[in-house]
T-cell receptor, first 109, second 114 residues
Framework: QKEVEQDPGPLSVPEGAIVSLNCTYSNSAFQYFMWYRQYSRKGPELLMYTYSSGNKEDGRFTAQVDKSSKYISLFIRDSQPSDSATYLC?????????FGAGTTVTVRA | GAVVSQHPSRVICKSGTSVKIECRSLDFQATTMFWYRQFPKQSLMLMATSNEGSKATYEQGVEKDKFLINHASLTLSTLTVTSAHPEDSSFYICSSRPGATEAFFGQGTRLTVV
């Protein structure tokens, strides 16, 4: 069983829709949670970072962490074609990150 | 956020030659740098962790003599792929965590060995 599970998709939504991305994990020691966006042939770009259960909002992005269920989510509101990318969840208990497989999202104009 | 600059972004080399990839932290001191490899449509695979002034720690299955890592200063870490072969063709990415919290990544290097 992988430490971090993420549905690879692909996920295709119309412009303006809400994109919902999820990851589950097995290591209860994870305490730092991140979401990254990666465009083709580019390095991952940090979108959201949190270290506690609950919600964190930044513009159109909302990150949710539920440590009791070992489940994290990222919501993208009013999705735009420029949001088309691969989204990676990442988490850690110390310095080493564990990544999900990444979900490829396409927002159709 | 912190800036990690990686060069080159793309390199093509002949089989048997060596390629050096540089990763610089521009606005913070990177005590630790992480090197990843990513195959198409797959997630990042940690290859090694480099610490300034000491030997790198390699993940299981990664050949340390093939992937030489040097972290001589707090702002520069390098990965050298020695005697490259076509199977080494991949996307290599470096990363650092300024405050042991969120990680910042370089732009990535696409290596093609012909």
């Amino acid at each position: 069983q992988k430490e971090v599970e993420q549905d690879p998709g692909p996920l295709s939504v119309p412009e303006g829709a809400i994109v919902s991305l999820n990851c589950t994990y097995s290591n209860s020691a994870f305490q730092y949670f991140m979401w990254y966006r990666q465009y083709s042939r580019k390095g991952p770009e940090l979108l959201m970072y949190t270290y506690s259960s609950g919600n964190k909002e930044d513009g159109r992005f909302t990150a949710q962490v539920d440590k009791s269920s070992k489940y994290i989510s990222l919501f993208i509101r009013d999705s735009q074609p420029s949001d088309s990318a691969t989204y990676l969840c990442a988490m850690s208990e110390d310095y080493k990150l564990s990544f999900g497989a990444g979900t490829t999202v396409t927002v159709r104009a | 956020g912190a800036v990690v600059s990686q060069h080159p972004s793309r390199v093509i080399c002949k089989s048997g030659t060596s390629v050096k990839i540089e990763c610089r932290s521009l606005d913070f001191q990177a005590t630790t740098m992480f090197w990843y490899r990513q195959f198409p449509k797959q997630s990042l695979m940690l290859m090694a962790t480099s610490n300034e002034g000491s030997k790198a720690t390699y993940e299981q299955g990664v050949e340390k003599d093939k992937f030489l890592i040097n972290h001589a200063s707090l702002t520069l870490s390098t990965l050298t792929v020695t005697s490259a072969h076509p199977e080494d063709s991949s996307f290599y990415i470096c990363s650092s965590r300024p405050g042991a919290t969120e990680a910042f990544f370089g732009q990535g290097t696409r290596l093609t060995v012909v």
